[in-house]
């Protein structure tokens, strides 16, 4: 069969290998798959014409490089229209940049778009270190993303974007040259979360721990999705007074710890799990969702007319709200449909009526001293930090068994969409302090690294000397720049799954391996026991 399309960017891959034909498993098409492969060989020509041309790369050029790579994580647009939209944007970027360009008659050829196709067919290791460098800073790039709206710049970071992509296109870089770049991914990322927490908890304040209610109260409600807490706190402030609640869901989940997200009486709770349920969770039930940020599936037609999009999220015939966040057709939805006339108590997927979050860095490092006594008192053994995505794979529920089968005299810490297997068990308390802690999103993984550290600098040992062991989870690029930054910090042994990335070739696996000792998770009972010895 001729191949229509190819993308291994994220761990649902067909056949662990690649998607290729008329659309992938994520429901992308061929022609948005190539879309998607055109705005990135754009993108790759916009950082060539940045060479030499530096003083003229404006900050909303800088902008635009984010948007063109978050729009190509998995899960974020499905929409040919938007990406075209794009693509042409990009393309006036580069042509103000280099305007010569445009009239010169012996064309050199320098500046222009990168055929990704060279890089799908180029040698597989080669291939595997490119793919690390893009899928990594499509991911950082939602995290900049992020932080921008909020007004939140890194100029180091900004830069970096075009290095990396200037280095994808470069068809003589061989190992030597992309070895190290895919490590300044990680290096840089970790920079970027930084920027991302400052930016999160200097407009929202620093996250405390609070309990969220599963229970859908009766009245019209609103369901938001996605990253961004930016919409979210417009979304507050265009419902109040309105009688409309509002609820969270996914990777929103740890706004309810932030005191100026939290101040507000209507965010009531949260619904709902993972991103791989909301086809069926969304099918039926009274209320608009509104997502901010992947992960968007396909919306099925008997819910379509009831979600909307913002930023850069985008699916044809779905109603979008623009730049204005004027959210009114999703409140006026939310009054049609008038929600449910008694509360609705739900639980998790374990049966629990409630979860915990806001165990940020600010948090935990508050009781560090209890903390370290603790450990030095032999009442904590171990830290497992169980964290990432979550995804559709049956084998995933080997987070939840390896979660309910820690010891009591450990402490499990967690982040990303990845802990709606566990969130809503009760591991209960060691010393007053809960065993299990919820740090966040995904960024959030900025949070784990600095407790990592701060107990590192109490005991005076390095990070891997430590009783914590990272079992991770993965589904999309934002997990690759974690997993880069973690990495960087030169952390070992990590363990991850549910499968290794198809991107990963048997050279640059066994690199890994040999620097970093990284695995993929075996069963919860055996890795228990090897974790613990
Ligand atoms: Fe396949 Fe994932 Fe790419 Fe979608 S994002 S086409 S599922 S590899
Ligand atoms: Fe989840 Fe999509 Fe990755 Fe931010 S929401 S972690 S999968």
New binding site residues.
């Given amino acids: 069969m001729e191949n229509k399309?190819f993308?291994?960017?994220?761990e649902?891959?067909?056949r662990c290998m690649?998607?290729t034909g008329n659309a992938?498993?994520?429901g992308?098409q061929a022609d948005t798959?190539g879309l998607q492969d055109k705005l990135t060989g754009a993108l790759i020509g916009l950082a060539r014409a940045t060479e030499g041309n530096e003083s003229l790369v404006t900050p909303e050029i800088d902008r635009l490089v984010l948007e063109g790579l978050f729009t190509t994580v998995?899960?974020v647009s499905f929409n040919n229209e938007t990406l075209n939209a794009l693509i042409e944007r990009v393309e006036q970027a580069k042509a103000s940049l280099i305007p010569q360009c445009g009239v010169c008659e012996s064309q050199c050829g320098r500046n222009d778009d990168y055929d990704m196709q060279d890089l799908w067919q180029a040698d597989e290791d080669i291939r595997s270190l490119k793919s690390l460098i893009l899928f990594g800073i499509r991911g950082m790039a939602a995290y900049a993303y992020h932080a921008a709206v909020l007004g939140f710049t890194d100029k180091e970071v900004s830069d970096f974007f075009y290095k990396a992509l200037f280095a994808i296109g470069m068809k003589d870089f061989g190992m030597d040259e992309l070895l190290p770049i895919v490590l300044e991914v990680g290096a840089v990322n970790l920079k970027c979360m930084a920027l991302l927490d400052r930016a999160n908890t200097q407009t929202f304040g620093t996250p405390e721990p609070t309990q969220v209610s599963l229970t859908v109260e009766k009245g019209p409600f609103i369901v938001i999705s996605g990253h961004d807490l930016y919409d979210l706190k417009q979304l507050l402030e265009q419902t109040r007074d309105k009688g409309v609640n509002v609820y969270t869901h996914g990777e929103m989940l740890p706004a309810h710890a932030y005191p100026e997200l939290k101040k507000y009486p209507h965010l009531k709770g949260n619904f709902g799990t993972a991103w791989q349920n909301q086809q069926k969770e969304f099918a039926d039930f009274p209320a608009p969702v509104l997502f901010t940020t992947n992960c968007l599936m396909p919306p099925r037609p008997g819910y379509a007319d009831r979600v909307f999009t913002t930023e850069v999220v985008s699916y044809p015939e779905i109603r979008h709200i623009g730049p204005d966040k004027d959210f009114s057709p999703v409140i006026e939805k939310a009054l049609a449909l008038g929600g449910y006339a008694e509360d609705r108590p739900m639980t998790g997927i374990n049966g629990g009526g409630t979860v915990t979050t806001g165990f940020g860095h600010g948090a935990v490092l508050s009781v560090a001293g209890q903390v370290v006594e603790a450990v030095k008192a032999g009442a904590i053994r171990h830290f497992f930090l169980v964290g990432g995505c979550d995804g559709a794979k049956p084998g995933r529920n080997y987070y939840t068994e390896f979660v309910r089968q820690t010891p009591p005299d450990t402490v499990v810490l967690t982040l990303a969409c990845g802990k709606y297997r566990f969130n809503d068990l009760d591991l209960g308390a060691i010393g007053g302090l809960p065993r299990l802690m919820d740090m966040g999103q995904c960024n959030d993984a900025y949070s784990a690294i600095q407790v990592a550290l701060a107990l590192a600098e109490a005991f005076g040992c390095g990070v891997n000397d430590l009783p914590l062991s990272m079992v991770l989870s993965w589904y999309e690029q934002k997990a690759v720049c974690i997993l880069l930054t973690l990495l960087h910090l030169g952390i070992r042994n990590i363990l991850l799954g549910p499968s290794l990335p198809a991107f990963l070739s048997p050279n640059v696996l066994r690199y890994l391996v040999e620097h970093y000792n990284i695995g993929p998770i075996g069963t919860p009972e055996e890795d228990l026991r090897k974790l613990l010895q």
Avoid: E, L
Wanted: charged letters at 5%; aromatic letters at 6%; hydrophobic letters at 30%.
């Fill in positions: 399309m993308c291994f960017q994220c649902q891959t067909a690649g998607c992938g498993v994520c992308k798959a998995t899960n």
